[in-house]
């Protein structure tokens, strides 16, 4: 892997792993974009919990590099925080 980063969930306060991928893989990122968008959208249908995914570096203290929060539906770059 080139460039290693986690796609991660929150549903409840703590960041879980869903995906550890190469981000220097074109395809591969593109797959995994698109996969948690749908997944995003379904996990905040009306009704269901609060959910946030990220991706960032696959360090002991991660940097956020993209965010997908429910307030704007789509990914941006980090807002608040760094790990």
Not at 3 to 32: H, S, Y
Not at 36 to 49: E, H, I, K, T
Not at 51 to 62: A, F, G, H, W, Y
């Amino acid at each position: 892997m080139t460039k290693p980063v986690r796609l991660e969930l929150n549903n409840t306060g703590a960041w879980k792993l869903l995906a550890l991928f190469d981000a220097g893989d074109t395809e591969q990122t593109d797959r995994i974009m698109a996969a948690a968008d749908r997944l995003a959208f379904v996990l905040n249908s009306p009704g269901m919990a609060h959910t946030s995914l990220r991706i960032s570096t696959d360090e002991s203290l991660p940097e956020v590099l993209m965010r997908w929060t429910p307030e704007r539906c789509v990914w941006h770059g980090p807002t608040r925080e760094v790990a």
